[in-house]
């Protein structure tokens, strides 16, 4: 999501298409062959492949400074991996030639174990969420407080993350009970919205400005009301 202008990846066809949210109309901005997965920033639209990860039409990371690419997020002009094979975070900063140059996001001493990472989000902080509902928060690369409090039902699994620099609140998308769960950026319990058709959704955008919770559900995007 950037402004009013959200990014889709197609992974069947590898087609990404940029949709804008004030009309839902749409247009296609790029074909990548083999692409897995998408992100957005300052920067445009990252697509990550099995060659590597492409900005537009320009390979900016080959594929042997990625590894087995899963998680994947950018934020600013920098793109974040999690190796869940070797539990790193690896933070991607361009240099003068419009390549990047990849560094280890966490501090010498801390270390965590992704090997069920699933999503990641960044606000500045970093947030790597697992398949057991867990999110761990990092800032600067050192771990930064975030613990839930008074989720009902407790969080025991999830799917996708969201949350950006103009968010106050992270999203997690709970398909097994069919909501999405809003908390604070501490993990303190907000809200939560629970929608039947749930179950199907692949992704979830949210833009608070406008107030609106957007889901990713097959070939069409719904959207919640956020109140």
Known sequence: LSGNKLSVLDVTKGIVYTILT????????????????LATSERGVFVATENGIWNEKKRVIPKENTGQLRVFASFSSNIYTVDKENSKIFKYIPDSSETFVRKEYLVKGVEADFANALDMAIDGSVYVLFSNGEILKFLEGRPDAFAYS????????????????????????????????????????????????????VDLVVTEEDKKLLLLSGKKIYNIDLK
């Open 150 to 201: 008074q989720v009902d039902p407790p969080l025991r699994s999830a799917q996708r993350i969201f949350t950006n620099k103009d968010s106050e609140f992270v999203y997690v998308l709970d398909k097994d009970k069919s909501r999405v769960v809003v908390l604070k950026k501490n993990g303190e319990y907000q809200a939560q919205y629970r929608w039947s058709g749930m179950q199907d959704v």
């Open 22 to 37: 004030t009309n839902k109309s749409y247009s296609p901005v790029g074909s990548f062959k083999d692409a897995k997965l």
